[in-house]
């Protein structure tokens, strides 16, 4: 392997210490703050006026990074944002031993309320960081089904925007496909068929195999459990087959 030049060296640190620099003044600005005081104070105005989805290209520079993802944050509380800027800081390698322990302390000290308050994207980042993180394989183990199950979904959300040509307005589901999936299993593919709306129990199982890790960890499977609920009330696939099904014994879904 070839050495690297001097000047190739001194690149790498510039580039890795602007994708830190000020990382302890800003984590010093949130800590002189108590929880209570982060939770009172609602974010009004950010820097960045783009949309929360921008493709606005991240910026190296951590400041202006942060001041663009604050925008998402509007109405919003500062704990919130905060739990934001320690995963950033994870993301970008500052101090993980310090950041990632003060990040699990304040989920297990604000748990109920991040999970109220953040949004399904910043959960799964949550996930995602005691995944890379954590030194607790049963926890990660059980958050990488968040992650997964969240990432399917997106897969077979945009391939459906993919195939659709009205991608704005509900379209309806076809009458002559939903009787047919109410009265069999039609083939899908490598010996899968489709979910057989009306009283298939695959996903009332799934949901009581997870269950069953509440005994292994409380906090991963809660979050785990309630990502899994959030997907049943948004707009999603989930909801679909959920207002078609009518069996009440298989129903996979808490009211």
Excluded at 212 to 239: E, I, P, R
Aim: with cysteine.
């Amino acid at each position: 392997m070839t050495a690297l030049s001097k000047w190739q060296s001194k690149l790498i640190l510039l580039f890795k210490s602007e994708r830190t620099f000020n990382a302890q003044a800003i984590v010093s600005e949130f800590t002189k703050k108590t929880i209570a005081e982060m939770k009172e104070t609602i974010i009004t105005e950010a820097v960045c006026n783009t949309d929360a989805l921008s493709d606005k290209p991240r910026t190296k520079d951590l400041i202006a990074h942060l001041d663009n993802l604050k925008h998402q944050f509007i109405g919003q509380s500062e704990l919130c944002f905060y739990h934001a800027t320690l995963v950033v800081l994870l993301r970008r390698n500052y101090k993980t031993t310090d950041i990632f322990a003060e990040f699990q302390a304040l989920w297990e000290s604000e748990f109920d309320y991040l999970l109220k308050h953040l949004s399904l994207r910043w959960i799964v980042s949550a996930c995602d960081t005691f995944i890379d993180y954590s030194d607790n394989n049963n926890r990660a183990t059980i958050l990488l089904n968040v992650v997964t199950l969240v990432n399917t979904l997106k897969v077979y959300e945009t391939k459906q925007f993919l195939q659709l040509n009205d991608t704005i307005e509900q379209t309806p589901l076809l009458t002559d496909k939903v009787n047919a999936l109410y009265h069999t299993h039609l083939p899908l593919y490598d010996g899968l068929a489709y979910f057989r709306i009306g009283t298939d129990d695959s996903l009332k199982n799934m949901r009581s195999r997870y269950e069953k890790f509440y005994a292994v960890d409380k906090m991963a499977t809660t979050m785990l459990l309630f990502v899994f609920d959030k997907l049943q009330s948004n707009n999603s696939a989930f909801a679909t087959l959920r207002a078609l099904h009518t069996d009440e014994k298989s129903q996979w879904w808490l009211d």
